[in-house]
Nanobody, 125 residues
């Protein structure tokens, strides 16, 4: 069984930065793609960024490209989302997710099998 635990959310002013972390426990991680998604009130959960097992493939949503950076540390079973130049429209609950297929990369929500509980990010002055 895989468990994912996010941390690092909070309240930040527009233009500020936050770094989210997602710690994975269980028998798989280093060969699996990880993704970050977010869900704002009244909206569907949407893709933010993903990273393949090696860290060399990192697709991003157009809305965050150039501002967010996803990375991973396989030795620590942890994936990160560095969020810079935050905007009020980035306000959402952020979820990390794991794709149980080996050596994959995906941006579709349906491709991910395990999800964390989410962490709130609020961008407001």
């Amino acid at each position: 069984q895989v468990q994912l635990v996010e941390s690092g959310g909070g309240l930040v002013q527009p233009g500020g930065s936050l770094r989210l972390s997602c710690a994975a426990s269980g028998s798989i991680f280093s060969i699996n793609a990880m993704g970050w998604f977010r869900q704002a009130p009244g909206k569907e959960r949407e893709f933010v960024a993903a990273i393949n097992w090696s860290g060399y493939i990192t697709p991003y949503a157009d809305s965050v490209k150039g501002r967010f950076t996803i990375s991973r540390d396989n030795a620590k079973n942890t994936v990160y989302l560095q969020m810079d130049s935050l905007k009020p429209e980035d306000t959402a609950v952020y979820y990390c997710a794991l794709d149980s297929r080996r050596y994959s990369i995906a941006t579709a929500r349906a491709s991910y099998d395990y999800w964390g509980q989410g962490t709130q990010v609020t961008v407001s002055s």
